[in-house]
């Protein structure tokens, strides 16, 4: 059963326009939310975060807005370059010291 | 210099073999995971470690062990490997906020 869904496994976007990722979750004890960012044969870079207690984390051209009602966080790129293309992971943890939970990733294209 | 490190990068060995992967962390993070990315490209936890406690995934096959020589390291050791332990591996660790990903170890069983 996935907690954290990301339904859209990819994205196509031209530079300089907008990249909004999508991420569900279902449990309702996650207070913390990440997006990570995947080149191909590296590790998860973390990206930008957001607590339960905020509806939006700005962090240069990356934003992250989170509906806890709806129980949905999004990821805004703007304006997207083609360096940002890669696989983006939507993360939740229920609290501090315990394992993030991911969704299935969207990778994203942005064409110059 | 590497926050999170794990070795080998690859790993190839033949099925019913034992073998380990190591993952160190320069942080002074308190707590540890491993992840297997499977060929779907889904991340799931397989371990948490913290302080000595260890939480695991009750989905993980008990040939899979994680040894902990001290806070700054967690192997990972696979006893009796089948074809579908194929996947990448990724350590990980954390304080309390985001985790920091090693680079991953690409293990192949044929």
């Known amino acids: 059963d996935q907690q954290v869904k990301q339904n859209s496994p990819s994205l196509s976007v031209q530079e300089g326009r907008i990249s909004i990722l999508n991420c569900d979750y279902t449990?309702?004890?996650?207070?913390?939310f990440l997006w990570y960012k995947k080149y191909p044969a590296e590790g998860p870079t973390f990206l930008i975060s957001?607590?339960?207690?905020?509806d939006k984390n700005e962090d240069g051209r990356f934003t992250v807005f989170l509906n806890k009602s709806a129980k949905h966080l999004s990821l805004h790129i703007v304006p997207s370059q083609p360096g940002d293309s890669a696989v983006y992971f939507c993360?939740?943890?229920?609290?501090?010291?315990?394992?993030?939970?991911f969704g299935k990733g969207t990778t994203l294209s942005v064409s110059s | 210099d590497t926050a999170v490190s794990q070795t080998p990068k690859y790993l190839v060995t033949q099925m019913g073999n034992d073998k380990s992967i190591k993952c160190e962390q320069n942080l002074g993070h308190d707590t540890m995971y491993w992840y297997k990315q499977d060929s779907k490209k889904f991340l799931k936890i397989m371990f948490s470690y913290n302080n000595k406690e260890l939480i695991i995934n009750e989905t993980v096959p008990n040939r899979f062990s994680p040894k902990s020589p001290d806070k700054a390291h967690l192997n990972l050791h696979i006893n009796s490997l089948e074809l579908g332990d194929s996947a990448v591996y990724f350590c990980a660790s954390s304080q309390e906020g985001e985790a920091f990903f090693g680079q991953g170890t690409r293990l192949t069983v044929v």
């Open positions: 957001i607590s339960s207690i905020k």
């Open positions: 449990n309702s004890m996650f207070d913390y």
């Open positions: 993360a939740a943890r229920s609290q501090a010291g315990t394992a993030l939970i």
